[in-house]
């Protein structure tokens, strides 16, 4: 998967970390926005109204949200009576990927851990409340551990939560289960986004699943509900929408980075997928603050650095 800098809501020291972790206790109302990372939303008590994808939810202590990358999503606690302590976690899917567990996100659609699809809304009663509060509670005592935090124990209270989400929520109509050769379609996924530049085939991309084409275009579609054709453009202007917002480049430099090699061709997918020409897009959004994109970038550079391999060998419970 490729994560670009979008919109960034925090301005936390911390936030270039694979996950963070931030307790709201105030009445706060903010406006539609979306990111490149998952953030999960849970009320431990008060109320919060959570406008997702266009629909609008009413959480009450026990439920979560999930919002996965480039969804657009506000929350309103202004009408909470009682006092909200709500807590936000943000993390990579590349984040638990590379400590073993099987989680699966790509763009705005869906999300699934293990076997199961994450519901973008949920609510835990009774025993289960108590069991997901205390796992949430646990990456909270982690996290502030700061230098000290150890990102394997997060992994397992995290994944333990998902666990308890997704058994909860197996029944819902609009749950997908994954199939066993997802990983192979997430691998010709990251293909994708290390080689937008080039040329990608649809042989090449069978050859990387080692799956046969007809194989191959059976299973992407039934994993992500899409082409691959159609994925590889959504991330080549995914690609170019940062390229748009953090260089200079000119349309047609920015065509040859993502694969299009034509600036026509750019301008036709951009607008066709975002509602508006790279130009407009560029002028609209670069009012990101330049220090804050910095402290952005720093995440990724220090999801790479030796640090944080040592962590990869943790094995799934």
């Keep these: 998967m490729i994560h670009e800098p979008t919109v960034i809501t925090s301005t936390s020291p911390l936030f270039y970390l694979p ?13 539609l926005h979306w990111h490149d990372y998952v953030q999960m939303w849970y009320v431990f008590s008060g109320t919060m109204k959570h406008t997702l994808g266009g629909k609008t939810y009413f959480q009450t202590p026990g439920s979560c949200v999930v919002v996965l990358p480039y969804v657009e999503h506000s929350i309103d606690t202004l009408e909470s009576e009682d006092t ?24 705005n659609k869906h999300a699934r851990f293990e076997e199961k699809s994450i519901p973008s809304f949920h609510k835990f009663e009774n025993e289960n409340k108590e069991i997901a509060d205390s796992h949430l509670r646990n990456i909270l005592s982690e996290f502030s551990r700061k230098s000290e935090m150890d990102f394997g124990k997060i992994a397992t209270y995290l994944t333990n939560f998902f666990r308890l989400l ?35 085939t649809l042989d090449d991309l069978a050859s990387v699943a080692m799956m046969s084409r007809r194989m191959f275009t059976d299973n992407f ?9 159609k994925f590889l453009l959504a991330l080549r202007i995914t690609k170019a929408q940062y390229l748009l917002l953090f260089t200079q480049k000119s349309l047609s430099e920015i065509a040859s980075d993502i694969g299009l090699y034509d600036k026509a061709r750019l301008v036709n997918a951009f607008s066709s997928l975002i509602g508006m020409p790279p130009i407009k897009f560029r002028e609209k959004y670069t009012r990101c603050e330049t220090e804050r994109d910095k402290e952005l970038q720093k995440r990724w550079a220090w999801l790479d650095a030796s640090p944080f391999k040592k962590y990869n060998q943790v094995e799934k419970q």
Aim: aromatic residues 8%; proline residues 1%.
């Design 19 to 31: 996950l963070t972790a931030e307790t709201l206790c105030t009445r706060k109302q903010n406006e």
């Design 166 to 200: 997704c058994q909860e929520s197996a029944d819902d109509n609009n749950m997908i289960c994954i199939t066993e050769r997802a990983n192979s379609i997430t691998t010709s996924i990251r293909y994708m986004a290390d080689h937008l530049g080039e040329k990608i």
């Design 221 to 229: 579609k039934a994993v992500t509900g899409t082409t691959s054709a």
């Design 84 to 107: 909200p302590v709500v807590l936000s976690i943000s993390f990579t899917d590349r984040y638990l990927i590379d400590l073993g567990y099987r989680f699966f996100s790509y763009s």
